[in-house]
């Protein structure tokens, strides 16, 4: 039962199988302006009916790796190369392929695969194509993120005590339960070696919280937009969040809260924004939005 119901959860978390509707991914350029964001250019790159979500940019090259359904209903991983413009698949698999990221030796492409018995493991495939290497494959995983190239940050749902944020080590295999009721963003913070979640604390709010694998140490950095739980890094101090139809900006050397971003051109199409994803640079945003 434990397991049917994680499978139920996780096809609403990691990509919502069946209920899931159609999104897009509008990418933007992104610059500073007299110490003013300013987001510009935006410009649809899956301009097709379906699902397609789960933006992540390659540190290195000009790639953006997002999860996409095919005709039959499951989801590969594509890349696309934003300086020409093309788009081509990294799998065709039978199964379900989520959450693309780059590992941190830059050589593979670690994602959540679901299978049809509802099982999820976190597996891995080459940058360069070839098959899948499974890494865990005894939780039920739903958002990772790297802290190094032996350890993650896992969102982990838990069944009947929901989801959980986790510790996993590797090489010993050490599962470590930090935190309860996280939402969906897991991150590296820039040029800090800490990793930053969002945890619920009542129905409405939510913060913005770093952990240090260093000390083991959790601590509370910002409160995030009521509501909501996703959430990208610009630089080492300063986040961006959207309400769901506008963006905003949080510097925490400031503490000034949330403020709006200026976005030039065509803002129509920013509806039912969920995700946000930024280069390395910090000169292209990602947004997923409704069709």
Not at 111 to 119: A, H, K, L, P, V
Not at 217 to 224: L, R, V
Not at 239 to 252: A, E, N, Q, R
């Amino acid at each position: 039962m434990i397991r049917l119901l994680c499978f139920v959860l996780l096809s609403f978390c990691a990509g919502g199988i069946a209920a899931q509707t159609g999104s897009d991914i509008i990418l933007f350029d992104l610059k500073q302006v007299d110490h003013v964001l300013v987001v510009s250019g935006g410009k649809n790159i899956t301009a097709r009916k379906g699902y397609d979500n789960q933006p992540f940019f390659d540190p290195v090259k000009p790639l953006i790796y997002f999860a996409s359904f095919n005709d039959s209903g499951r989801s590969d991983i594509k890349v696309y190369q934003y300086h020409k413009n093309s788009t081509v698949n990294l799998t065709v698999t039978a199964e379900r392929e989520y959450s693309p990221t780059v590992t941190p030796d830059g050589q593979f492409i670690s994602c959540i695969i679901q299978r049809d018995n509802g099982e999820q493991d976190l597996g891995r495939y080459p940058v360069k194509g070839g098959e899948a290497e499974v890494l865990i494959n005894d939780l039920v995983i739903g958002y990772h993120a790297w802290i190094n190239r032996e350890q993650l940050l896992l969102f982990v749902l838990d069944g009947k005590d929901g989801n959980s944020l986790h510790f996993y080590d590797l090489p010993s295999k050490k599962d470590t339960v930090l935190a309860n009721g996280i939402g969906r963003s897991l991150h590296a913070i820039p040029g800090t070696g800490k990793m930053s979640f969002v945890q619920r604390v009542s129905e409405k709010e939510l913060l913005v919280k770093a952990f240090n694998p260093a000390s083991m140490e959790i601590t509370t950095i910002a409160p995030a937009m009521p509501g909501q739980d996703h959430l990208t890094w610009l630089n080492e101090h300063t986040l961006l969040m959207s309400d769901g139809t506008k963006l905003y900006v949080y510097d925490t050397l400031t503490n000034k809260g949330w403020q709006p971003v200026t976005i030039e051109g065509d803002v129509s199409m920013l509806k039912g924004i969920t995700r946000l994803a930024v280069n390395k640079k910090a000169s292209k945003l990602a947004v997923v939005v409704s069709e």
